[in-house]
């Protein structure tokens, strides 16, 4: 049976969602699958199709397999008729999910029934009798750090008392100011402590939950943007000018339909640059908007969100002042900021020591993101994203920046990349937004790459035209050290990304061709492929310079290399001159490199079965166990990993370019805003290792 904890609270509104998505987050980074349970559900409004929205959000998460219905335990209506037979179906209900053998996160009711000081007697109850210690969550807002250091005694002799034990506590929303003081007030207990600070938007509304508590409709806007955060309330009951000095970063505006200059006013504001960005418009007191206004609204294409409700301005406003702020999976913005949270304040690594949750030998898909952003966090770099326009990059952006991935620049027109900002619902205000068209920049970028280019009869004025594509741009900003690496790609061709990184920034010494890579992330480990998207028929001596670079990249991104020089012909079994070129290969990287594992000619088969390697190379290091393969040409490594990819339900991370004295990688312009993550991660960790280099 897998290890297990119960993660639970004295109160309401502890924010324990945040530290059971955090736990769950750290079990995925080291085993395959978490199961997750809920002793006690409470079935929500429609806005969350009728289901337990904690438990909702955590089965959301891709280490989690099981469905719903088998992770809920019983209703509030079955423990309020009978607590002891409530019990007993709860520890029946667990065990057929512990007996999967996963370890299993188990979250205790939230206190929105009819609180009693008895709810967290028998949530104590429940763990104690499924035999798995607590985790327990405090609310710390408002409160000293010696008023909760006496809540979590009050707490842990409470759970004693029903034979419950204490595996750690964690105190959220505390003051910022006071989380050290906190810690120590709550060591007491004996257990690991942590405190986590307040943050706001974590306890904002999202403007959905809104409409709902008005019971409203969507007149305008994009229905995507009712997953945005409302961080407060504008009532707009003043002149104009007095309602633009009024808003601020999150707010929703509230305002009579009869009051049609507020509406034009507030979304002129929010297509500006000098103003912040709202959340939405609530239109109060059942009148229909004009005609005019409409069409006016229309022809703008603004997305932001106009509602309308039947109800007051009084009514409106105390409806939507009530309304608290959930976690859930429809919210990622809180989602991300909640992982970042617990990652910064929590040493999760330590807790599943305690827990004792052994690694998994195997690496999924779901653990090799999670080893890539947890190195990425670890290492910050700057990374420039030339194609700033672009949707997938603004979504793609708005992820790294909130979980710390990377420290970004945008390229572009500061202007559209704002609006299309504002209009996706996305928060860049992190990020550099930097022109290609920069005088200054561009000046000096022209000088550095016509002294490159001179020799290539490129003069100043070629080279003042030239820097001004923004590939160029990126690129020199990589060669002069204003960036640490490039990513780019997701609307421009490999060609258009890779040349300004061949002409300026160059290989590494010693390498005499790009190359690039496939992180091939099967079931249950990762295989590097190359060269699977550069190199259309490589000669011997690039071929192992591509061995050679594949290996290295393996190694910094945690794969032991054993490279596979793969043929048609395993050894000596085959001639020709195909099979002349691998074999000259594989000499080569082993005078280059002779620590290296590596093996070739040799097949597919041999290199990855070891049935079959024991037939054809019985004594072979390689053979049966190879981590990186090494294909002779573009033709076969381009067509095999996308065979590999559909036919395993492989995911293919990549192409990860190689070579380079500083990084830049390449998208497929199909990329998707997770690809375009994992690349900028991928990214921050060749450039540390690019660091490490040039220190030596």
Known sequence: MGSSVYVASVEGYTGKSTVALGVLQQLSKRVERVSVFRPIVRPDTDLYGGRDYVLDLLISHDAVSLPYEDCVGVS???????????LDLIVQRYRDVAERGDPVLIVGSDYTDVGTPTEFSYNARIAANLGVPVLLVLNGAGRSPEDVGTLSEIANAELTANHGSLFAVVANRVDPGQLDQTVAAMAKAGVPAYALPE???????????????????????????LSREVTGLVVAGMTMPNVLDRLFDGAAVITAADRPEVVV???????????????????????????????????????????????????TSTAL?????????????????????????????????????????????????????????????????????????LRAADVVLRRGVAELTLLGDPVVISAKAAALGVDISAAHILSPDDEE?????????????????????????????????????????LADGMVSG??????????????????????????????????????????CAVNPDPTAEQLADIAISSAATAAAFGVEPRVAMLSYSTGSSGTGTDVEKVSKATELVRQRAPQLLVEGPIQYDAAIDSAVARTKLPDSEVAGRATVFIFPDLNTGNNTYKAVQRSANAVAVGPVLQGLRKPVNDLSRGATVRDIINTVAITTIQAQHSDERSER
């Open 76 to 86: 509030y209506d079955e423990v309020h008729a009978d607590p002891d037979a409530a």
């Open 199 to 225: 943050e706001p938007l974590l306890s904002a509304p999202a403007v959905a939950d809104l409409m709902a508590a008005v019971d409203g409709r969507l007149l305008n806007g994009e229905a995507q943007l």
């Open 265 to 315: 006013g507030v979304l002129m504001a929010n297509a500006s640059q000098n103003f912040p960005q709202v959340s939405a418009i609530f239109l109060n007191g059942g009148f229909a908007l004009p005609d005019q206004i409409l069409r006016l609204i229309e022809g703008v294409g603004s997305t932001l969100p106009i509602i309308e409700t039947g109800l007051g301005t009084h009514a």
């Open 321 to 393: 002042t009530a309304v608290r702020g959930r976690l859930t999976r429809n919210s990622p913005r809180k989602v991300d900021l909640a992982l970042a949270l617990f990652d910064q304040y929590v040493d999760g690594s330590g807790l599943l020591d305690r827990l004792a949750v052994a690694r998994s030998g195997a690496v999924t898909p779901l653990m090799f993101e999670h080893q890539l952003i947890d190195e990425a966090v670890a290492h910050r770099k700057h990374i420039v994203l030339p194609e700033g326009e672009e949707e997938r990059i």
């Open 441 to 481: 920049l561009g000046e000096r970028f022209a000088n550095e790459y016509h002294r490159l280019r001179q020799h290539r009869g490129v003069d100043l004025d070629k080279a003042r035209e030239q820097v001004r594509d923004v590939s160029y741009f990126g690129t020199m900003m990589v060669q002069l050290g």
């Open 490 to 531: 997701s609307v421009h061709t490999t060609a258009h990304t890779i040349r300004p990184a061949l002409e300026v920034v160059k290989t590494l010494p010693g390498v005499s061709v790009v190359s690039s890579v496939f992180f091939m992330c099967l079931e249950h480990q990762v295989l590097v492929y190359g060269d």
